[in-house]
């Protein structure tokens, strides 16, 4: 696998060449998603605590690692982990703790399988994140990992203030590894999520939360490197070409915003 740098709007990263999605935006745009960060800069404060599972290679680690006082990052995959590891240090990002485990329902060892980024096919192109665990976890051979719930892995004196979840349909997992945390704390929650996954909001709802829809603008003309190129992907009428996120509320927590409300 081939690793390059990058000037971007929220510092220089080092990407994966043929990554067809976030590398590549990085690349093209100088930005993944930027309408995210609407998100971060309207709800988190400099004292925060941020748990992020699915880190990837932290184009969102680092800028919102800015906005609060510390963030508890966690990505599996290996050499995606390294290349995360290489970016906070790149900025000087010195709050976030990063950790190469994966997040469930329980607490386990496991073992990962590395992926050929090599082979024919992924030097074609691949999506380094759209991994899901089950495709790289293996019961024989592989590196040692973890699967940690974080009621157990975070220290129960750290108050958490928002949550945000990319794990490719293992949402509902690491929610139930967070109950106490949930119940205690009532973190905002942003959650990667699909339009057709009624389970998910359901289950937020059901912790006490007001659940709203966020499909952020995947194309921002005002890109950092004003590129206004459309790349394959970008256009909305492709089902799952974009980020459909819940943005998840405590009822009890006041919140002005135009974000369609689903429950």
């Known amino acids: 696998m081939t690793v390059k740098t990058t000037k971007a709007r929220h510092g220089d990263f080092h990407i994966f060449e043929n990554d067809i999605f976030i590398s590549r935006c990085l690349d093209l745009y100088g930005e993944w998603s930027e309408a995210e960060m609407v998100i971060y800069n309207t709800l988190l404060k400099k004292e925060h605590v941020v748990i992020e599972v699915g880190s990837h290679i932290g184009c969102f680690t680092v800028p919102i690692s800015r906005l609060v006082n510390s963030v508890f990052s966690f990505e599996p995959q290996r050499t995606v982990f390294q290349v995360l590891n290489t970016n906070l240090i790149t900025n000087k ?22 992926i050929d980024y090599q082979s024919e096919d992924m030097v074609k192109g691949f999506n380094s994140g759209g ?21 157990d892995f975070m220290p129960k004196d750290i ?31 942003y959650l990667e999520s699909h339009m057709t996954n009624k389970d998910l909001p359901n289950y937020v709802a059901n912790l006490g939360y007001k659940v709203y829809e966020h499909i952020p603008e995947n194309f921002n003309p005002n890109n950092f490197k004003n590129n206004q190129n459309k790349i394959l992907g970008f256009d909305k009428t492709i089902v799952g070409a974009h980020d459909y996120m819940l943005l998840c509320i405590p009822k009890e927590t006041p919140v002005e915003t135009n974000l369609k409300q689903l429950k």
């Open 159 to 189: 108050r958490v203030d928002f949550i945000k979840v990319d794990a490719e349909e293992m949402e509902i997992e690491v929610l139930k590894g967070a109950d106490n945390i949930i119940k205690r704390n009532k973190p905002m929650m």
């Open 93 to 114: 990002v010195h709050n976030v703790y990063s950790y190469m485990y994966a997040v469930g329902s329980t607490n386990k060892d496991i073992l990962l399988k590395e």
């Open 131 to 151: 991994v899901h665990l089950n495709q790289i976890e293996n019961k024989e051979n592989g590196y040692p990992s973890k699967q940690v719930k974080l009621d």
